[in-house]
């Protein structure tokens, strides 16, 4: 399974980003895909991740970004509203193919991140 991330890019505060990764190879062995993000100095961390259908949140994030995913072309989607400052980070999308995908050392493959800058 290959992932090609794509989307980021500069954004003022306030406005919206929509990212999408196109997963390519063996995609229908896919079960789980995430969206995590890495921002200078700091640790990856969890965005949103969607198992089927059902998806799951950090709370930084709640209410104001949602993880989509359309099965027909292999693709997830993070759409990003409202974006802060503090959301500013590459950010990399994962796929597994185990219904046990807790943390990003769970996942199996990912996509060379994207850049998200959101300007104040």
């Known amino acids: 399974v290959q992932l090609q991330a794509s989307g980021g890019g500069l954004v003022q505060a306030g406005g919206s980003l929509r990212l999408s990764c196109a997963a390519s190879g063996s995609s229908l062995s896919i079960i789980v895909m995430g969206w995590y993000r890495q921002a200078p100095g700091k640790q990856r961390e969890l965005v949103a991740d969607i198992v089927r259908g059902d998806t799951n949140y950090a709370n930084s994030v709640k209410g104001r970004f949602t993880i989509s995913r359309d099965n027909a072309k292999n693709t997830a989607y993070l759409q990003m509203n409202s974006l802060k400052s503090d959301d500013t980070a590459v950010y990399y999308c994962?796929?597994?193919?185990?219904?046990?995908?807790?943390?990003?050392?769970?996942?199996?493959?990912w996509g060379q991140g994207t850049l998200v800058t959101v300007s104040s």
């Open positions: 994962g796929a597994s193919t185990s219904y046990s995908t807790n943390y990003a050392r769970d996942y199996k493959y």
